[in-house]
């Protein structure tokens, strides 16, 4: 008896039974023809899609404990991605397939017990089909000659069950199915992208000292509530910069409000983690949104795609947040960022009990995941760190230590370089 699977450029023969030893055979001949160069690549958009889909997919079955790994390699894969799109590598897919698949498959077959019997046989095959092509595929990368071609990923994932969703089709369409796997709850502010974007042109939202002092508004008084229509036009001019900062200052404290509220994180971290919403802007843009480009409005961004005031990048956090609201909206950008934080403050700092190893903080703890995934959690405490990161977590705690000192406006020094 034989089941067979079709997978990409060849066919696997999963044995079971009678003819067993021949079909083993005939798998590691036809599983060879993965390992060819022929069909065109799949590019990283088809590879990112196809995880979120296999990713959404395990989710369903999946127990409480393997959804949370499943969520873990899954970050740790989109992080993965840029860093591999920023190095320039020529095709990181065959990469981003193997590891992720050393990842995911233990988790995977974690799950088989607690799933029915067909949901069981479909990951089973899904399973075999991923170890032979990893298999193989290992051997042909270090050849020099492994690549993944669209097929081969269609192939793997109709094992899951076939369904009207394209598994390769990319979309920057927000995904609440996504969002609730990972452990995203609650609405997120309906973004409101500034209309100066469209425009591409500047104007100065800043009310003039005479009108001020006519009307009798203070400095403070001005400052008083963030002004979301000023502040998503604004590039504030040296004279501006303190009425511009005490204005983010207070959308930080509103987006930090927000997100306690609805994520309910317990009283004793309230502080700390306000604390570390103002560094995390200081440190990933000195609490700006936009920039000038002449007379134009651009949102602060990276060549890798981190944008705006929390450099949220937008291929690791696809699906999850709105694109326009990132790159237009200070305070949906804002929000996402805060959030983000929460996520990895609550779910994983505070869990993890990270303030309890030698060494160990719960803020540089939660940006060190915040700037590098799940699993550069520990890093800052590294005995051997990597020189480029330990500049990064040591930037950060220079600035926490100042934020927590009650010196959060000293983010004003960046202004002076």
């Not at 042909?140 to 020099?144: C, E, I, K, Q, V």
């Not at 452990?183 to 973004?191: I, N, V």
């Not at 919403?277 to 440190?283: L, M």
């Not at 996402?336 to 934080?341: C, M, Y």
């Given at each position: ?11 696997v023969l999963?044995?079971t039974?009678?003819g067993a ?7 590691k001949v036809?599983?060879?023809a993965l390992?060819?160069?022929?069909g065109v690549?799949?590019?990283?958009q088809?590879w ?5 889909f296999?990713t959404k997919?395990?989710?369903q079955?999946f127990?409480a404990d393997?959804r949370?790994?499943?969520?873990d390699?899954f970050?740790?894969?989109?992080y993965q991605?840029?860093?591999?799109l920023?190095?320039?590598?020529s095709?990181?897919?065959?990469q ?6 050393n990842r ?6 974690q ?12 990951y ?7 170890d032979?092509a990893a298999?193989?595929?290992?051997i ?5 000659f492994?690549?993944i071609?669209?097929?081969t990923?269609r192939?793997?994932a109709?094992?899951l069950?076939q369904?009207n ?7 920057i369409?927000m995904d ?6 990972l ?9 409101r ?9 500047l104007?100065n939202?800043?009310?003039?000292d ?7 508004l ?6 008083a ?6 502040l ?8 501006e910069?303190?009425?511009y900062?005490g204005?983010?200052r207070?959308?930080?404290d ?8 609805k994520t ?5 971290h309230?502080?700390l983690?306000?604390?570390i ?7 990933e843009?000195?609490w700006?949104?936009?920039i000038?480009?002449?007379?134009k409005?651009?949102p602060?961004?990276s ?6 005031l929390?450099?949220?990048?937008r291929n690791t956090?696809r ?5 326009k ?8 950008n ?9 996520y ?12 309890q ?8 703890a939660?940006?060190?995941a915040y700037n ?11 005995t051997k760190p990597?020189?480029a990161?330990?500049?990064?977590d040591?930037?950060?705690?220079a600035?926490f ?7 959060e ?9």
């Open positions: 008896m034989k089941i067979i699977v079709a997978l990409a450029a060849g066919v999963v044995a039974g009678i030893q021949e079909a083993s055979k005939q798998t036809q599983m060879a390992a060819l160069p022929t690549r799949a590019d990283w088809q990112d899609s196809f995880l979120t296999v997919r395990l989710g079955d127990g393997q949370e790994q499943l969520g390699a970050l740790d894969a989109r991605l840029v860093r591999a920023a190095s320039g590598i095709d990181p897919v065959p981003l397939f193997l590891d992720t698949w995911l498959s233990p988790i995977l077959k799950a088989l017990p607690g799933v029915s019997q067909q949901t069981a046989s479909q089973t095959s899904f399973a075999t089909a991923m032979a298999s193989v595929g290992d042909a990368r270090r050849l020099g492994f690549r071609t669209p097929d990923l192939g793997a109709n094992l069950g369904t969703v394209d598994p390769l089709a990319y979309t369409d609440s199915e996504l969002r609730s796997l452990g995203f709850t609650g609405e997120l502010p309906t973004p992208p500034s209309p100066a974007l469209e425009r591409s042109r104007r939202p800043r009310v003039p005479r009108i001020r002092t006519a009307f009798g203070s400095a403070l008084a001005y400052a509530e963030p002004d979301l229509t000023r998503n036009q604004w590039v504030p001019d040296a004279p910069l303190d009425d900062l204005e983010v207070e959308l930080l509103d987006v930090s409000d927000r997100v306690m509220t309910k994180l317990p009283a004793e309230q502080s983690y306000r604390q919403v103002f560094a995390a802007a200081w440190q843009s000195c700006r949104q936009f000038k480009k002449g007379t409005l651009a602060l961004a060549a890798t795609g981190d944008v705006g929390m450099q949220v990048n956090w699906g999850l947040y709105d694109v609201g990132l790159n237009g909206d200070i305070g949906y804002g929000h996402a960022g805060a959030e983000i934080l929460q990895y403050l609550a779910r994983y700092a505070i869990r993890k009990k990270e303030h190893q030698p060494g160990g903080n719960l803020a540089r939660t940006y060190a590098g995934g799940p699993s550069h959690l520990g890093r800052y405490r590294s990597v020189p990161l330990k500049k990064v040591d930037a950060f705690w600035k230590q100042s934020v927590s000192s009650g010196q406006l000293a983010v004003k020094s960046c202004y002076g370089r």
